[in-house]
Structures are given as structure tokens and as C-alpha cells.
């Protein structure tokens, strides 16, 4: 059995995370000082409509063992090197969550090392954090399947507003589908929005809903869908009126967290951050409030590995461990429940 404190101590101990909350499956792998060694997965793309969580879950099993040796073979760490397996326990997919976690089982009981169970949000944000170089910031992570503000306190990252409804990811993916665009491999749905709002003239007006510092996006994403189907605009005015309301909700509430806790840095993270407008209005009200904007680097913005596997590394030296027995996967796991006893 590998002994924490000696692992903390060399400069050699790695942590292999593994990813798997809904489409993506991913293996990271991380050095205990931060170095991103090994970033490698594979995604399952639905030949038609939203995820469909069993065919997720076989993709995963399927592609698991060719992820785990592209991700070993780049970061040229065999195995018996690694010092604990970090994974994705929740939220997410029943299916897609089970199969990760039986993945980690396996990896840590074959080689005898620790296991640790990761909060994916709380991944999000701390990849964000080591990648951007941000200590203390307001965070808006935004995805497919999340979109909330936070920032610490108290030991925690606190929810101070969220979606009410559907994510934001969520919202632009639903539209997109309904509007026939296709997932393509490297270009998702929400980047289809986003090609075609940069040719959007028109702002039509659409349902803007902020109720205190939460917020609600099934009502813009159904009136939208129904001025889609009326085709009284073209495509593009449409998708750069969805942009404009939605970013400009998510902004609100992030400006007012902002201005609530009065912290100096405002991080954007998740799949949704690789939008260069949603980027653009958080920085005006970053700028304003004298804060630093950071968005987190593409490859670390959607599901990955290597984001579980440096959260893995932050528990696992602050004494975290989770025991096979209380490994079962975590489907509704808020952020705000997590200690996260790194941050002081
Ligand atoms: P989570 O489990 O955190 O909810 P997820 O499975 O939704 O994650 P992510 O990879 O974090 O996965 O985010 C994917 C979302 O990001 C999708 O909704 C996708 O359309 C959206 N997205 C990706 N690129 C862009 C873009 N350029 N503009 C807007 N949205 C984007
Ligand atoms: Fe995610």
C-alpha cells in the first residue's frame, strides 16, 4: 500500500482521474505539483437526439481500456508510478457515472492504491483555477448539464444563483437540434449557435427571466423554438437573439455575486466558456468591478480528465480517500456539499 505522506513528499507521485458524468469518457493524468501530464478521451456523439445514457455508458466500457493506454503512453508513466486513481463520482448519468467508477475500482484494487471520489463540479472550477492561475474567484461554470455562480466560503464553494430549469448548454444544444444542425466531432452543438449568431442583425425580443439570483431558461428556449418553427426570421437572428438573452442572464447574476462578495477575480468555466461572446460580456463586468477575467483553456473548458485528476490530487493531500464501500456514484451531488479542505 503506497503511504500518503511519503507520496507527498516526492516529486514522482502521480494521479490518474478518470472522467465519465455523461457523453465524454476521459483519463487524466497529473503530477502531484500541478503538471498536466496526459489529457485523452473519447466522446460518444448520439446519431440522433440528446444522450441516451445506457448507449453512453457501453461507449465508455467500450473505449475505456484505449483512453487509459493513450493517457499512460503520453504522459510516459507506467502504472505501478501512479499513487492514487481520482474519479468522477457525481453529478451526472447513472450509467455513464457507474462505469467510470467501476473503471476506478478496478484500477486502484489491481494496483493497491488509494481511490478518491471527485465532485465534477468542484473539478470544473479547480482546473480552471490551476490552469487561468485565479485563487479566489466568482465562477460561472456553465454546461450542458450545469449552470450556477459560485464562489468559496466557509470551507465550500457556495451556490449564490443558478438555473432554475435547464442548463445553458443545455438550452443552446436543445435549439440547435430543433433548428437540424448536427454534433459534429470537435464542433458542438453550442459552437454551431455560435457560428451562426456572429451573422445575426436582429435582436428579436425573447423571454428574459432572472428571479432573484437564480434564473430560468425553459421559457426562452421554448419561445425561441416556436418563432423557429413560425420562420418569420432567419436562423441566424434567432440564434444570436438566444445568445444575447441567455448570456446576458448568466451575466446578471454573476455581476451580482460579484458585487455581493466583493471578490477580485471572476473565472468562466465548462463547455459553455469557449463562447467568445458569453467571454465578452463577462469581462465588460468584470472590467467594471475592478475584477480579473479568466476563462479556462479550451481543452480543459469541456469534460476531462485531467480536471479529476488534479481535484484528485488537491483531496488526496488534504487526507481525503474514499473506500470502495462508499464509492457508489453520486447522481444529484451539489457543490455546496463538498468540503474542499484545500482552501484556506
Ligand atoms: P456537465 O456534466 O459539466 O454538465 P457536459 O456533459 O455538458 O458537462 P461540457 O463538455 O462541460 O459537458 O459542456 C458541453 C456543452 O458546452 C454543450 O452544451 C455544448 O454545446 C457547449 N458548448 C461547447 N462549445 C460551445 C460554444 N462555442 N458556445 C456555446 N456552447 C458551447
Ligand atoms: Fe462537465
Redesign the pocket.
Given at each position: 500500500m503506497r503511504n500518503p505522506q511519503k507520496d507527498q513528499q516526492t516529486k514522482q507521485a502521480y494521479c490518474l482521474g478518470i472522467e465519465s458524468?455523461?457523453?465524454?469518457f476521459g483519463v487524466g493524468i497529473c503530477s502531484f505539483d500541478g503538471d498536466i501530464l496526459a489529457n485523452k478521451s473519447d466522446g460518444y456523439i448520439p446519431t440522433e437526439g440528446g444522450i441516451h445514457p445506457r448507449e453512453a455508458a457501453r461507449h465508455h466500457a467500450e473505449v475505456a481500456d484505449k483512453v487509459l493506454n493513450h493517457a499512460l503512453t503520453a504522459a510516459k508513466v507506467k502504472p505501478s508510478d501512479l499513487s492514487v486513481i481520482a474519479f468522477s463520482q457525481g453529478p451526472?448519468l447513472g450509467p455513464c457515472l457507474r462505469t467510470g467508477a467501476t473503471v476506478a475500482r478496478a484500477l486502484a484494487s489491481y494496483l493497491d492504491i488509494p481511490l478518491v471520489g471527485i465532485n465534477?463540479s468542484v473539478a470544473?472550477i479547480e482546473i480552471g483555477k490551476l490552469k487561468t492561475g485565479a485563487q479566489d474567484p466568482v465562477t460561472l461554470y456553465a454546461?450542458?448539464?450545469?449552470t450556477m455562480v459560485t464562489a468559496f466560503d466557509s470551507g465550500r464553494y457556495r451556490v449564490f444563483g443558478e438555473t432554475l430549469d435547464i442548463?445553458l448548454?443545455?438550452c443552446?444544444?436543445v435549439f440547435a437540434r430543433e433548428a437540424g444542425l448536427k454534433h459534429k466531432k470537435g464542433f458542438?452543438?453550442?459552437?454551431a449557435?455560435?457560428k451562426l449568431a456572429l451573422e445575426g442583425k436582429r435582436l428579436v425580443s425573447l423571454p428574459y427571466v432572472v428571479k432573484g439570483m437564480d434564473l430560468s431558461l425553459s421559457g426562452l428556449l421554448t419561445a425561441a423554438t416556436a418563432l423557429l418553427y413560425k420562420g418569420d426570421f432567419r436562423l441566424e437572428d434567432l440564434c444570436y437573439s438566444l445568445q444575447e438573452h441567455a448570456f446576458s442572464m448568466v451575466t446578471e447574476v454573476t455581476e451580482r455575486a460579484l458585487a455581493h462578495t466583493e471578490k477580485r477575480e471572476v473565472l468562466l468555466t465548462?463547455?459553455?466558456a469557449?463562447?467568445k461572446r458569453l467571454q465578452q460580456m463577462l469581462a465588460v463586468i468584470a472590467q467594471e468591478h475592478d475584477a480579473s477575467f479568466h476563462v479556462v483553456p479550451l481543452e480543459f473548458?469541456?469534460?476531462n480528465g485531467a480536471m479529476i485528476a488534479w481535484t484528485g490530487v488537491l483531496a488526496y493531500k488534504h487526507g481525503l480517500q474514499t473506500p470502495v464501500d462508499e464509492s457508489f456514484v453520486r447522481l444529484r451531488w451539489r457543490v455546496d456539499k463538498v468540503d474542499v479542505p484545500w482552501i484556506s
Open positions: 458524468t455523461a457523453d465524454d451526472g465534477h470544473h454546461s450542458g448539464g450545469n442548463a448548454g443545455n443552446l444544444d458542438p452543438l453550442g459552437a449557435v455560435e465548462g463547455g459553455v469557449a463562447n473548458a469541456t469534460d
